[in-house]
């Protein structure tokens, strides 16, 4: 049941970037959604005091692609 409460930053993240599977389906043409990118600026700006947790969040984030894109998997996005 911790997927009913997901904090607001991580659904933000989540929605700017989605799941590495959909990555091939969309081929080299991948773009975060802007109109969630957005909102994601929005929300960062208006509350300074969650950039932490939303740069610890990115920051788990790229570890764990940079660690998919070392062991060569398709469906990492570096």
């Given at each position: ?13 989540a929605a700017c970037y989605p799941p590495s599977a959909s990555l091939l ?54």
């Amino acid at each position: 049941m911790n997927f009913l409460f997901t904090p607001n930053h991580v659904q933000l993240i989540a929605a700017c970037y989605p799941p590495s599977a959909s990555l091939l389906t969309s081929g080299p043409d991948y773009h975060p959604n802007a109109q969630e990118l957005s909102r994601l600026t929005y929300y960062a700006s208006n509350k300074p005091g969650k950039i932490h947790k939303l740069g610890n969040e990115l920051q788990k984030r790229i570890k764990l692609e940079g660690r998919k894109a070392l062991s060569n998997n398709p469906r990492s996005r570096s």
